[in-house]
T-cell receptor, first 113, second 114 residues
Framework: EAQVTQNPRYLITVTGKKLTVTCSQN?????MSWYRQDPGLGLRQIYY???????DKGDVPEGYKVSRKEKRNFPLILESPSPNQTSLYFC????????????FGSGTRLTVV | KQEVTQIPAALSVPEGENLVLNCSFT??????LQWFRQDPGKGLTSLLL?????REQTSGRLNASLDKSSGRSTLYIAASQPGDSATYLC?????????????FGTGTRLTIIP
């Protein structure tokens, strides 16, 4: 089944403890991206990757890092999480610059205390 | 800067009724527009994708229209069912070059009353 898989689905952590949210897609998509969803603000893009070793900032990149060493994987790294990064995170991928739409993962609910 | 608005933020209708959800965007130079549904605590499920050259797309009881010149899209749901209760999001993709991001509206939370 074609899908985007995120792990974990739920995560509670403490301020300052580094964490990684994984994202993997099995559709050979070249484009991958991370969004966060907050009440009243909708989904906002954090980082994106056009292909392996090509990444760039989205609208809200502060406090996040990404890497794209393999085409299928695009992990989101929070080096020192803070409570304002408590949010619902989504990974997305697409083929041919989104011509056929985007596929989203099931989301990761992160709580930073 | 592209802005996407969905009004109303919430809508309740009795089961069986037809309904229309609205999406408006400020920059008409879009590449395509995608409608998603989001169930509580769940991910985004793609419903329909409309390319900028298309006027509408249909899937089952769903029909999405696009009017680029007026910056509007509608999602029509026929014969609504309780299982249609969810939040509906529209998202536009502005260009085919550079950052391939989607700009989302904040959604319409739909409740179908049995």
């Amino acid at each position: 089944e074609a899908q985007v898989t995120q792990n974990p689905r739920y995560l509670i952590t403490v301020t300052g403890k580094k964490l990684t949210v994984t994202c993997s897609q099995n559709m050979n998509h070249e484009y991958m991206s991370w969004y966060r969803q907050d009440p009243g603000l909708g989904l906002r893009q954090i980082y994106y990757s056009m292909n392996v070793e090509v990444t760039d900032k989205g609208d809200v990149p502060e406090g996040y890092k990404v890497s794209r060493k393999e085409k299928r994987n695009f992990p989101l790294i929070l080096e020192s999480p803070s409570p304002n990064q408590t949010s619902l995170y989504f990974c997305a991928s697409s083929f041919n610059r989104g011509r056929y739409g985007y596929t989203f993962g099931s989301g990761t609910r992160l709580t930073v205390v | 800067k592209q802005e996407v608005t969905q009004i109303p933020a919430a809508l309740s209708v009795p089961e069986g009724e037809n309904l229309v959800l609205n999406c408006s965007f400020t920059d008409s130079a879009i590449y395509n527009l995608q409608w998603f549904r989001q169930d509580p605590g769940k991910g985004l499920t793609s419903l329909l994708l409309i390319q900028s050259s298309q006027r509408e797309q249909t899937s089952g009881r769903l029909n999405a229209s696009l009017d680029k010149s007026s910056g509007r899209s509608t999602l029509y749901i026929a014969a609504s069912q309780p299982g249609d209760s969810a939040t509906y999001l529209c998202a536009v993709k502005v260009s085919n070059f550079g950052n391939e991001k989607l700009t989302f509206g904040t959604g319409t939370r739909l409740t179908i009353i049995p």
